[in-house]
């Protein structure tokens, strides 16, 4: 993504239809398919981007992020993660068995 985009994208995030109706999607079917979490359980947001999926995610635990842009994380540092990484996908320096629940 452009540098310059992560500001609109990360403004738009609250408030665009396309992302508040992803999240209400996403918050579905994890209520459908999440049935035990607590205050501890661990989820791994996987390209978290500029974090506006933080507030569902939290819903359903401690979340960290990771995401390979700098600017992104730059935006994502202004939610409350546990823990933001920079790091590629493919290539994430944690145990996937550390996590009850994984986003990408």
């Known amino acids: 993504m452009e540098i310059a985009e992560y500001a609109n994208h990360a403004h738009s995030e609250g408030s665009s239809f396309w992302h508040v109706g992803?999240?209400?999607i996403?918050?579905?079917a994890m209520r459908r398919?999440?049935?035990k979490t607590s205050a501890t359980t661990r989820v791994l947001d996987i390209g978290c981007g500029t974090g506006g999926n933080i507030e569902l995610?939290?819903?359903f635990g401690q979340v960290t992020g990771?995401?390979?842009s700098d600017e992104a994380l730059k935006f994502?540092?202004?939610h409350p993660f546990a823990e933001l990484i920079k790091a590629d996908a493919a290539q994430i320096p944690l145990p996937?068995?550390?996590f009850?629940?994984?986003s990408a």
């Open 22 to 24: 992803r999240r209400e």
């Open 76 to 78: 994502s540092r202004q």
């Open 96 to 98: 996937a068995s550390s």
């Open 57 to 59: 995610l939290r819903e």
């Open 100 to 102: 009850a629940i994984i």
């Open 26 to 28: 996403l918050r579905a």
């Open 66 to 68: 990771v995401d390979g």
């Open 33 to 35: 398919h999440v049935t």
